[in-house]
């Protein structure tokens, strides 16, 4: 038994040989690879269960990098942000939170800003200090110790001004329709009274008048009258049918030279053909009006050769020379006319007289 024993130590220490060998081996390849410590962290994690894993490996701790304590600080501070983000704000960074929200007295250690209602007490500043030194000697200067009254409010009854309304609480004995004709009646009985005296009416006027004339005698500048009601006509009448309807100038739309088709041309061209011979036939009126008046000496209307100088001037020689008959004719017109006028009045003059010296003569007999 006892050397069965021994034989079962020794296998067990041989396997246990064995098993050490792969981690030395493990050991070399990192050493030759130079395998960072990070990778080797995150494949053990998992398993490692709060181990070490160069425990579990069987490697002595070694000094860490400077980039390795940033990462582990690094890591540190992101777990702090993130447990403080989870966890309950405080009261501060709440929002709007009463009184039951937050602990006692928590409000005396904060700086709260707050609206204020109340106006707020000048600063005094050295300006003020010597506008009220100024305002203190004046009143020395003039002698004047007397202090200022205080205002107050004068306190007045509400109850003045709306009377108090006592309620009924009998049942009325009258029925509904004799309750509505004594409102009637009483609303009648208002109106009545407030029907103003015609007496007062005209005696306002008067004084209204007699006032105006004495402001514009004892005045230098006359004063304006006073405006007078004026009389509006109400019409009960529609809108649309109290409009002038006018037709308009021009109908259609206006358009330019280059938006006009050919059938605008044509029309335009058409208006303008009709009024250049409505103005043709105006023309020759007044020339037919003008030989009537004038048929000149007998001479043919047709226009004189006035190929050579001579001509020319002969034809404006007889021209002024008819301008001046037309002249002295129509003086000569003139002065016939206001002769007969004369006459003509003179004649009704001296009838109105004989009319009047019959009419004295019968009353006369």
């Known amino acids: 038994m006892f050397d069965e024993e021994m034989m079962e130590d020794e296998d067990n220490e041989e396997d246990e040989e064995e098993e050490d060998d792969p981690h030395e081996e493990v050991e070399e390849e990192e050493e030759e690879g130079e395998a960072p410590v990070e990778r080797r ?46 966890a309950d704000k405080s009261w501060q960074l709440s929002g709007e939170i009463g009184a ?25 500043t050295e300006e003020t200090t010597k506008s009220l030194e ?10 004047a110790y007397n ?47 407030e ?31 006073a405006a007078a009601p004026e009389v509006k006509i109400v019409t009960n009448l529609p809108s649309i049918v109290m409009e002038e309807v006018a037709p308009d100038k021009r ?10 088709t050919e059938t605008d041309k044509k029309s335009e061209r058409r208006i303008k ?33 006035l190929s050579s100088s001579k001509s020319f001037f002969t034809q404006l020689q007889e021209a002024q020379s008819q301008i001046k008959k037309r002249k002295t004719d ?7 006319g206001f002769l007969l006028v004369t006459i003509e009045t003179i004649e009704n003059d001296v009838r109105d007289i004989v009319q009047s010296v019959n009419v004295r003569g019968r009353s006369l007999c």
Do not use: C, W
Request: aromatic fraction near 4%; avoid cysteine.
């Open 41 to 86: 962290k995150s494949l053990l994690d998992s398993d490692s269960e709060g181990e070490d894993p160069e425990e579990v490996l069987g490697r002595t701790p070694q000094e860490k990098s400077t980039f390795e304590k940033q990462q582990e600080k690094l890591r540190e501070k992101i777990s702090k942000m993130e447990e403080a983000s989870l």
């Open 100 to 124: 039951t929200g937050r602990p006692e007295n928590s409000l005396l250690e904060e700086h709260l800003m707050y609206d204020q209602t109340v106006k707020l007490p000048p600063v005094i």
């Open 134 to 143: 100024s305002i203190i000697k004046q009143r020395i200067k003039d002698r």
């Open 147 to 193: 202090d200022v009254e205080r205002k107050v409010k004068p306190k007045e009854n509400p109850f003045e001004y709306k009377k108090r309304i006592v309620l009924d609480q009998e049942k009325s004995k009258l029925s509904l329709g004799e309750v509505y004709e004594q409102e009637f009646l009483k609303q009648q009985k208002e109106e009545e009274e």
């Open 195 to 225: 029907k103003t005296d015609p007496q007062h009416d005209v005696i306002k006027t008067m004084m209204q008048s007699l006032f105006i004339k004495l402001d514009e005698l004892s005045n230098f500048k006359y004063t304006p009258k």
């Open 251 to 260: 109908r259609g739309e206006l358009k330019g030279k280059t938006e006009m």
């Open 273 to 305: 053909r009709g009024e250049k011979r409505k103005r043709q036939r105006e023309k020759k009126k007044r020339q037919a009006l003008v030989a009537k008046l004038n048929p000149g000496d007998g001479k043919s209307s047709t226009k004189p050769n």
């Open 330 to 336: 129509s003086s000569s017109k003139k002065s016939l």
